[in-house]
């Protein structure tokens, strides 16, 4: 396997990492009973955003540098942090 090919991003790690995590808990959250069971929607609900996030990365990655997407989805994931956190009440 050629791994040149795979030129990771920041929104790449954290989808992948995301899925990973995502699909076990919302998998034990589904077991749970009454409307603690919602949590695993939920869950799930996120990680199908984060397979689309990841979609459109990959896309966005063969046809621009893979490092200045990288420094691009820092700035963008920083200013939604902080808009998030300046607006949270």
Known sequence: MNYKNLKPTFASVLSIGGIVIGIPFGAY???LKG???LAGVLVF???I???IVLAIDRILAS???PKKLSLIEIIFFT???I???INKD
């Open 83 to 85: 808009f998030y956190l």
């Open 49 to 51: 955003c984060l397979a």
């Open 63 to 65: 046809f621009y540098n």
């Open 29 to 31: 959250c589904m077991t």
């Open 45 to 47: 609900g996120i990680v």
């Open 79 to 81: 200013l939604v942090l």
């Open 35 to 37: 409307g603690a069971s």
